[in-house]
């Protein structure tokens, strides 16, 4: 079942994962082509130092990409999450965001690299940001697996 843009991002409000570490979508572009994502600094995601914790913080960025380019490429290929990395450059507090952007080209590119059938492991990345001043708390690479599905090949 597909779901728009603004049902996702109303839905995830109450996803546990979400729920619990404090993170909320911001906004959810109707093309499924920009995210935003914020989390706040609160008592349940706190590590022991009084800053973020690093798991909410990945917990943050980890759907993105996968939901943007099912909804993109459609119903044709199989899309999933294959590995992630995290480097935490600064401490974060107060409120910090990350933004997702997937262009067309990219699209593009992907949907030429899968045409053959043959897999494709598209490599994307993005910047978690404390809000006020938008200094660099993390960078987070994502890989993803990216096919067409058996009766498209």
């Known amino acids: ?59 943050m960025t980890d759907p993105f990409f996968a939901i943007m380019l099912m909804h993109n490429l459609g119903d ?22 990350a933004r997702f952007l997937l262009s067309e080209a990219r699209l593009a590119e992907i949907r030429a690299q899968a045409e053959g059938g043959d897999k494709v492991l598209p490599e994307f990345q993005v910047e978690v940001r404390h809000k006020g001043d938008d200094s660099l708390v993390a960078l987070v690479r994502k890989t993803l697996y990216v096919r067409l599905k058996p009766r498209h090949r």
Request: hydrophobic content about 45%.
């Open 1 to 59: 079942m597909r779901f728009s843009a603004g049902q996702l991002r109303k839905g995830m409000k109450w996803w546990p994962p979400f729920l619990g570490a404090g993170i909320r979508v911001a906004s959810f572009a109707d093309d499924f082509r920009e995210a935003v994502v914020e989390l706040k600094l609160g008592r349940l995601n706190r590590n022991a130092v009084g800053t973020h914790f690093g798991g909410s913080l990945y917990a």
């Open 76 to 97: 044709r290929y199989l899309v999933w999450d294959k590995s992630g990395s995290i480097e935490y450059v600064a401490p974060g507090r107060g409120v910090v965001h």
